[in-house]
């Protein structure tokens, strides 16, 4: 049956089962995303979440050049992950990781930014291309001026360095149109969607409706 991330993913960290389980995630995400473009929908870049683990391997690179060469997705169209509390320890060999991937022309994510140590010296140090705001900054944002002040600067910093801001756990209209109003790049949340199966997604897809945001002037649909 369906067991939820907060379930198991403990228990698989704490063993070499998120090693392969990460591979395996890894590999579907981009021969799906590799089929959706030879669908026509040729835009789409899939997100994948690292664990510390995964990351630390010593033939992670190797791994993720022959996963991309065997689905035959092009690399600018595969985003990597990672948390702050992955990233904190052995900041140099984690950026010449780092470095190295992004030769590939894969896209680089810090994911929950706010909720681990937060030090803006990582914005500076390792090359990321996305910034993610965690969802407990981005809920009932507009109801909470100390939040709102947070996330409009935040976004308003992330740009001035040159990344990508993504809102995380968007819910209700009005924490769309707030967040919307403040340039965020790209949306995520459960107001569009939950996670869904791959062909309850393609049903929204061809709907188009979950992902029709001409109105904020957001060009890109999230998966």
């Known amino acids: ?23 395996w995630v890894l590999k579907t995400a981009c021969k799906q995303t590799q089929t959706w473009h030879q669908s026509g929908y040729t835009d789409f870049t899939i997100a994948v979440n690292l664990s510390g683990r995964q990351f630390k391997q010593l033939d992670l690179f190797h791994r993720v050049t022959q996963i991309l060469f065997d689905s035959g997705l092009k690399p600018e169209f ?26 590939l022309g894969i896209q680089i994510s810090l994911d929950d930014f706010g909720t681990g140590y937060s030090s803006l010296s990582y914005l500076q140090q390792f090359p990321f291309d996305v910034l993610k705001i965690d969802r407990s900054f981005v809920s009932q944002i507009e109801q909470n001026s100390k939040n ?7 976004i308003e910093m992330a740009h001035k360095l040159g990344l990508k801001v993504v809102a995380e756990g968007v819910e209700t209209q009005s924490e769309l149109e707030y967040i919307a109003s403040c340039g965020c790049d790209l949306i995520q949340g459960y107001l569009f969607s939950r996670p869904v199966p791959v062909k309850d997604f393609e049903k929204l897809l061809f709907e188009e409706s979950p992902f029709n945001m001409a109105s904020f002037k957001l060009s890109t649909a999230r998966l």
């Not at 990597?80 to 992955?86: D, H, N, P, R, S």
């Not at 709102?148 to 935040?154: D, E, G, L, Y």
Request: hydrophobic residues 45%; without cysteine.
């Open 78 to 103: 595969l985003e990597l992950e990672l948390t702050e509390k992955i990233l904190v320890e052995s900041e140099k060999l984690n950026i010449q990781r780092l470095n190295l991937i992004k030769k």
């Open 148 to 154: 709102s002040i947070i996330v409009k600067s935040t």
């Open 1 to 23: 049956g369906l067991v939820m991330p907060n379930q198991f993913i403990a228990i698989a960290e704490q063993s070499s089962l998120i090693e392969s389980i990460g591979e």
